[in-house]
């Protein structure tokens, strides 16, 4: 990554070009203080009412097609600025919109990034917070110009309570993709880690390591913390121990930013945890795989996740996997689908021996002779074929464009 400093000299690029919404006139104000502040923007248009189909800021931002849009809002605008980020992602798809809100708020995060946005920074708004975006930013400008950029797909695994075989299902998904495609890492960010265990590798880092040092992360840094397993697949393991210190969510997307432009697959395993953490990941992902089974703990359970991530539109990025699938009597697969509120993406069998020993030996189920092994092989390559067919053209949300 470029730094600051290069891209002010002009080594890289130009100075961006930017557009500010914000309805507060003070704000508006803070916001050109601060983009003057970096050096690496200059400010074209100042809107004070978010952008609407045909209004004059609308106009006037279509006419320019500013690099950069930065959206700020306040907690009651948030369906406003939804709205208005969504006209943005169609009108201009090649500018790059920052909101600007409450990082505390999960839903205006979780909202932002699914209306489009790249990169969601806290209020107040910093001088040293944007001038990082504005570097990220500037490199996706430069190599997406290029035509040398292409990210990578990120999926996230979560479970609808604990026990529900997320990370299984991670790890023989993350293999899976390896021995089909290559280029495939798994992370672990659940709160206690088990993916190493189940991969039989002793990694002396965690994806913590990476989060911790994002100020001086880079690939290769980044490469130093992961670890090889079966089939060359690349782990970026857990911690064992409680998770130490706060962690911001913009520290955990600039990592997933770096592994989707280093890995064609980024497998991150949740688990069970639901924190902000989880939101952002969710947002970044093309894909979130909630595991659950058929019972009403773990199909109540499901539909509170849903709700917390904000994915209880029925669209096709959440997708539910249910693992040791048994036949409901009376009940058929719509049944079940208007039950969780979301799609059936693959019923995976249940074998108890076969997993317990495929854990025991840090040996993935995908690399033993079972009907599990058949039973998840399919599931994956529909998944993946489905993948190819509905997401063509996906952007992730926060650092470049695919």
């Not at 930065?70 to 948030?78: D, H």
């Not at 919109?97 to 990169?119: C, T």
């Not at 880079?218 to 690349?234: H, I």
């Not at 706060?246 to 697959?265: F, H, R």
Request: hydrophobic share 45%; glycine share 8%; proline share 3%.
């Amino acid at each position: 990554m470029q730094s600051s400093e290069d891209l002010k000299n002009g080594k890289m690029m130009s100075m961006l070009s930017v557009a500010l919404v914000s309805t507060v006139s003070g704000q508006l104000s803070q916001i050109e203080s601060a983009v003057d502040g970096t050096g690496l923007g200059r400010v074209l248009i100042r809107l004070k009412s978010f952008p609407a189909p045909g209004d004059p800021g609308m106009v006037q931002i279509a006419e320019v097609r500013p690099e950069v849009i930065i959206v700020s809002m306040r907690p009651e605008e948030l369906q406003a600025a939804v709205k208005s980020m969504e006209l943005l992602r169609t009108e201009v798809p090649h500018s790059v919109v920052i909101a600007v809100g409450d990082i505390r708020q999960p839903q205006q995060l979780v909202l932002s990034m699914r209306a489009g946005a790249r990169e969601f920074l806290d209020t107040p708004l910093t001088q040293t917070a944007l001038a990082e975006a504005f570097v990220r930013i500037g490199e996706t400008v430069q190599k997406t110009s290029s035509g040398i950029i292409k990210l990578g797909k990120l999926y996230a695994v979560l479970g609808a309570k604990g026990g529900a075989g997320a990370t299984t299902v991670a790890v023989n998904l993350a293999l899976s993709l390896q021995m089909n495609s290559g280029s495939t890492i798994i992370v672990d960010l659940a709160t206690h880690g088990h993916v190493a265990l189940h991969l039989n590798v002793r990694p002396k880092y965690s994806a913590f390591d990476a989060i911790f040092n994002r100020d001086r992360l880079d690939r290769a840094l980044l490469e130093s913390y992961t670890v090889r397993s079966a089939r060359e697949l690349s782990v970026l393991a857990g911690l064992i121990a409680p998770t130490p210190g706060n962690i911001a969510a913009a520290d955990v997307e600039k990592m997933l930013g770096l592994l989707t432009q280093t890995y064609s697959n980024v497998v991150v395993d949740l688990s069970s945890r639901l924190d902000t953490i989880t939101c952002a990941v969710a947002a970044a992902a093309s894909k979130v795989l909630l595991v659950s089974q058929t019972d009403v703990p773990s199909i109540w359970s499901a539909n509170q996740i849903i709700n917390f991530l904000g994915l209880s539109d029925g669209g096709q990025k959440l997708s539910v996997l249910l693992n040791r699938y048994r036949k409901i009597s009376g009940y058929s697969d719509s049944d079940l689908e208007a039950a969780y509120g979301a799609r059936i993406a693959g019923k995976l069998a249940g074998d108890y021996e076969v997993v317990c020993r495929a854990i025991d030996r840090g040996e993935p189920v995908l690399l033993g002779k079972s009907e599990l092994n058949e039973s998840f092989q399919s599931v994956f390559d529909s998944l993946t074929k489905e993948e190819e067919r509905t997401k063509k053209g996906f952007s992730l949300f926060r650092f470049s464009t695919a």
